[in-house]
């Protein structure tokens, strides 16, 4: 079975650059989560979709970041215009249904450069 | 807002030895506790997942133990191996996953 996909891999980028980012989940994962990591430290989540609706964005910098998840399958992360402060790893995970027993498992990450 | 400490940042043992790795966490009103390992590179692994109500969950030559009253969780690996190295990530589930720092570990062949 195949894990969650993410890319691009690596991207490197000039700042006020727009940026995406694409994540397709496990199959049949309803739940799907963006997190940042920054170097050093743990994920933070971003949002989370429960299908296609965004659940919890709260995290989200609504300002110059944007995601979804049109057919509740397939996400893409965007940011506009990039700031150097955005240069981290963006990973993707997916869960079976986003309940407390649910185990969410993670994509490789795209690691975002911002010059 | 939940905090999740885990010490300590670094640790490295010789192969063959027994070791703990400690996750400590502020709130202790959470559904379930998890350690994730993560390899250079590349995302996490989810290694073994303790509900709020369950004490322990071991899998292999890992065993997670959980006290919520205390706020408190350790992993012990047993007989250490060199591709156990890697960045060992405890995370708490209340309304969102909240993640530690991580504890980096080196085993010494």
């Known amino acids: 079975e195949a894990g969650v996909v993410q890319s691009p891999r690596y991207k490197i980028i000039e700042k006020k650059q727009p940026v995406a980012f694409w994540c397709n989940p496990i199959?049949?994962?309803?739940?799907l989560y963006w997190y940042l990591q920054n170097l050093g430290q743990g994920p933070e989540l971003l949002i989370r979709y429960e299908n296609e609706e965004a659940v919890d964005d709260s995290q989200l910098p609504k300002d110059r970041f944007s995601a979804e998840r049109l057919k509740g399958v397939d996400s893409t992360l965007k940011i506009q215009p990039a700031e150097l402060g955005d240069s981290a790893v963006y990973l993707c995970?997916?869960?079976?249904?986003?309940?407390?027993?649910?185990?969410?498992?993670f994509g490789p990450g795209t690691r975002l450069t911002v010059l | 807002k939940q905090e999740v400490t885990q010490i300590p940042a670094a640790l490295s043992v010789p192969e063959g030895e027994n070791l703990v790795l400690n996750c400590s966490f502020t709130?202790?009103?959470?559904?379930?506790l998890q350690w994730f390992r993560q390899d250079p590179g590349k995302g996490l692994t989810s290694l073994l997942l303790?509900?709020?109500?369950?004490r322990e969950q071991t899998s292999g030559r890992l065993n997670a133990s959980l006290d919520k009253s205390s706020g408190r969780s350790t992993l012990y690996i047993a007989a250490s191996q060199p591709g156990d190295s890697a960045t060992y990530l405890c995370a708490v589930l209340n309304e969102k996953l909240t993640f530690g720092t991580g504890t980096r570990l080196t085993i010494i062949p």
């Open positions: 199959s049949g994962h309803n739940t």
């Open positions: 995970a997916s869960s079976l249904n986003g309940g407390s027993v649910d185990t969410q498992y």
């Open positions: 303790i509900q709020s109500s369950q």
């Open positions: 709130d202790s009103a959470i559904y379930n």
